[in-house]
């Protein structure tokens, strides 16, 4: 059984209060005869003592909690019978998980000033949550001893009696709630559990009975009774109770819902599926209860022949709540299931219009219409994105990748110099630690400026990718491809190519680099072992590793087989000037 109120919160409320609450001497209740112990300190420590001690206080508002800390602590060296200090330093200890000093602290605070129920309360929560049941029983009793009449105690100290499976401590003290508050669903439904565990059906069920006899008009205890009889094992006097119910309010769904339940505990799923339908489809029913009933309905509705029925069901829901973010989310979730990704966008758009602040719709929206190669339509989705999180990065990134995407920009400086900008902006936003993003960007970056010919600032982009990242396959494979197109440190290019060349044996854009760099420092031989690899992985070689393999071969002394090559480059898209005369010459040229 779980405590009513949780622990988290206990503490919560407790190191919430302010300070004049929690340090006051309490004068409505009394738990120790015992005052507050205190010392005697000199007119000078006592005067240093509420200057440190305010000051602390201060520095606490302030939300410099180190300092602070430090000072409550200097308070405690002061006078170490103050049990405020130590109140004090519980909370920090708290905050710090630190839990068993805390407790420490926290003890101490309470032996020093027992007449202080929100020490009281405070310990008794740290007990709990250092599963020491027994120690917060006997600060909840005698508080209750003192408080009789204060229903939130009593239901502290049922749970506490019941979560240590003294279940018939737990009933009289649910009993004495009754007594101040008259009779409670909450308290007659945890009294029905503990009659329940006590083996003893007759008590349990009585307690429903007795609450419903209270209510005889209220659809819900009719159908409270009827759940309990189901609990029960008993599945004909449960029916009378929903039958009872289906007669006071037929268009109740808690109805439906009742009479799926004992649907499925007979057997009869089709019967459970229409009450479900019923349920689902009513408009009373609230949309996050329409939510748990569908979900499971969705799932298996994918496996089976009703998939067909699913589009009819949202049709109603959306109807019944066109403007329901909830609803729509799942709708989009169905038709991607169901591979319809362009009804799926176009529900994706109406929910960002209905609330554009939802960062994973955004990035959903985004990521289907990447599919579709519209750069145009990529760059008006992030900058739209971009005024509700102008701090998420992923957005500032495809803004620049939309400006080098497109093969017939490509070639355009200014569009490199937006694409640069873009993913500058992203860098700035971007996490420290996620390093494999940052060194995408920066990559990115030294292609763009590569492609400009601006050689030095792409190379430093380069290195700053490896730094962050050095892993990065594809940066070492364009660094080095560069580096020995601009004649730079070919043994560099070499080692950087030699790892694309280890985690990916087979991809024939690195085998072509790394022949290529073979072929710039002169090594033939190796040269034409990878160019014919890079060419054997490739279905349809492009011009430029062709004209590579002609290159090659030429310098391997294969000058017809050169010329071959050659010609099947230009056959090609994009053929270089160099390649027209090469064919024209029947001979290598050199660039």
């Not at 349920?279 to 499971?296: E, G, H, Q, R």
């Amino acid at each position: 059984m779980r405590i009513r109120l949780s622990i988290f919160l206990l503490l919560l409320a407790f190191f919430s209060l302010p300070a004049s609450a929690r340090h006051k001497k309490a004068t409505d209740v009394t738990i120790d005869s015992n005052k507050a112990k205190t010392q005697t300190l000199t007119e000078n420590d006592q005067r240093a003592f509420d200057y440190y001690f305010d000051e602390a206080l201060s520095l606490k508002h302030q939300e410099k909690y180190a300092a602070a800390f430090d000072l409550f602590r200097y308070c405690i060296a002061i006078d170490s019978l103050n049990a405020q200090a130590w109140y004090e330093t519980a909370a920090f200890y708290i905050n710090l998980k630190q839990p068993e000093q805390a407790l420490v602290s926290m003890e101490k605070a309470f032996s020093l000033n027992k007449g202080n129920e929100w020490y009281a309360l405070g310990l008794a929560g740290m007990y709990i949550s250092h599963d020491k049941e027994s120690d917060a029983i006997a600060i909840y009793e005698d508080l209750v001893k003192m408080k009789p009449e204060d229903e939130n105690l009593l239901y502290q100290l049922a749970g506490l009696y019941a979560q240590t499976e003294n279940y018939k401590a737990a009933i009289r003290t649910y009993e004495k709630v009754e007594r101040l508050i008259g009779k409670n669903e909450s308290v007659s439904f945890e009294k029905y559990k503990l009659y329940k565990t006590l083996n003893n059906p007759k008590k349990a069920i009585r307690e429903i009975v007795t609450l419903c006899a209270d209510y005889p008009y209220d659809t819900e205890y009719v159908l409270l009774l009827g759940d309990a009889w189901m609990d029960l094992g008993k599945p004909d006097k449960a029916l009378v109770q929903y039958m009872a119910a289906k007669a006071m309010d037929s268009n109740n769904p808690a109805v439906a819902l009742s009479f799926a339940d004992y649907y499925n505990e007979t057997g009869d799923t089709l019967a459970a599926q229409r009450q479900l339908i019923l349920a689902l489809t009513n408009p009373s029913t609230d949309v996050d209860m329409k939510l748990n009933i569908f979900s499971p309905i969705l799932a298996t509705s994918m496996q089976t022949a009703d998939s067909v029925k699913i589009p009819k069901y949202f049709e109603i829901l959306l109807e019944q709540h066109p403007n329901d973010p909830k609803i729509r989310d799942l709708h989009v979730q169905w038709l991607l299931k169901s591979g319809q990704k362009q009804e799926a966008k176009n529900e994706l758009r109406t929910v960002l219009d209905l609330n554009p602040n939802q960062l994973q719709s955004w990035k959903m929206y985004l990521e289907l219409n990447a599919e579709a190669d519209n750069q145009q339509q990529l760059r008006q989705i992030c900058t739209e994105a971009l005024t509700y999180f102008p701090k998420e990065p992923i957005f500032w990134f495809y803004q620049g990748l939309s400006w080098i995407s497109d093969p017939v920009s490509e070639a355009d400086s200014t569009n490199h110099l937006n694409a640069i900008d873009f993913f500058q902006k992203a860098v700035a936003v971007a996490k420290p630690e996620d390093a494999v993003f940052l060194s995408r960007l920066y990559g990115l970056i030294g292609d763009s400026y590569n492609a400009l010919s601006k050689k030095t600032l792409a190379f430093e982009y380069y290195d700053k990718a490896l730094a962050a990242f050095p892993g990065n396959i594809l940066v070492l494979n364009n660094y080095a491809y560069y580096l020995c197109e601009d004649g730079g440190d070919l043994a560099k290019a070499e080692r950087m190519s030699r790892k694309t060349i280890e985690a990916e044996p087979k991809n024939p854009t690195y085998l072509d680099t790394f022949a290529w760099i073979f072929f710039k420092e002169g090594k033939y031989g190796l040269a034409k072992i990878y160019i014919e690899r890079a060419v054997a992985n490739e279905l349809d070689p492009s011009s430029v590793i062709l004209e590579h393999y002609g290159d090659i071969l030429w310098f391997n002394g294969e000058q017809d087989a050169a010329l071959v090559q050659w010609g099947k480059a230009l056959k090609l898209q994009d053929p270089s000037e160099i390649l027209f005369q090469k064919v024209e010459t029947g001979k290598y040229v050199n660039p």
